[in-house]
């Protein structure tokens, strides 16, 4: 089979998503599936819904188009604010959308209104991270207004932490929600269906012990895919950390001095201030994989045992084995980070392919 590509284990994000699913169902959290990292791959939407959840959630509106074509009729969830530009699509497909805007949110309604439609819209709230949200002190009028469109439904509050600075979902910040969620419901006497609590990030706090307080919601994306959470990259017990793997052909296998020579510059993906490149320890074999920066984040792979990534370019990521040595034609699994699944999916170079049953 052609390399590089991503070997998807669907029985295995199967069980991820169904563990998640039960193990959140316990303490009255429903799961938003985000799938953007696979570019809402429809094989593993699908399995998703069959393990569970109950909507999906995607960054991006052509993507959600795409699901609406392939015959998926959860609910779908625009995850980033709509584009201006794009309300009218975001209306037609997506059955809510995240937002912070009030020029957004009257256009969503204006375009409702006229597609005879009403429009979920969850309104996030800034708690620290610094990317999407309003302030909790400039809440109260939004929702005001909010509630005076009638084509629009107001579905809650949701916050975003950890995906900017890497602000750690906590009791501190997690209270927060749950105080704003009962503050608007007593002000506005009416019940919010969702208090969105975030992402894979929440579910250390969770796990530690975290009160959900009126937390019923998180939208999955990371944990339910490579079954880590992203702050500290550490892999969420019960869970498949190789649902996804992504493979590649050695192109060279050579025995080669362990120090480069010549006089130094920069290198084509290097930055300016980066020291240079370390030379290698003395006697290990040195290989040439085709895949580079064009297919992968190179930073974002975990090498097999006993490989060492040594640097990558454009099309070459250059390995060191200390073991077995490597031969032409061989091929190497690796672990995708989030950052690196994201852009081999993105990639034309990269090839899919669905692993089902043990192996
Ligand atoms: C990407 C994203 C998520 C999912 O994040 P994971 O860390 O993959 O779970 C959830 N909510 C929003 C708004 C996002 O942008």
Redesign the pocket.
Known sequence: MSAPRLEIHLERLHHNARTLVERLGHQGIAV?G?S??TLGLVEIVRTWVAAGVGSI?E?RIETIEALGRSGLTVPMLL??SPMLSQVERVVAHAAIS?NSELAVLEALAATAAQQGLRHGVLL?VELGDL??GIMPVDLEPVVQRTLALPSLRLMGL?T?L??QHGIAPDATNMAELSRLTTALERRFALRLPWC?G????NLPWLAAGGDPGRINH????????LGR??LGRTAIPGLYTNAITLVAEVIEAKAKPSQAWGERGLTSFASPTAAAQPDGPPGVQRALLALGEQDVDPAGLTPPVGVTIRGASSDHLVVESAGSSLRVGDEQHFQPS?SALLRAMTSPFVGRCFVDGPC
């Not at 975030?198 to 990030?201: E, H, I, T, V, Y």
């Not at 998180?218 to 895919?225: D, F, S, Y």
């Open positions: 938003t985000v953007k990292a959630g960054a995850i980033r995240c996030m990317r999407e949701g975003n950890g995906c969105s975030g992402n894979s990030a998180l939208r999955l994306g990371e944990a339910l895919l959470e992203p989030y």
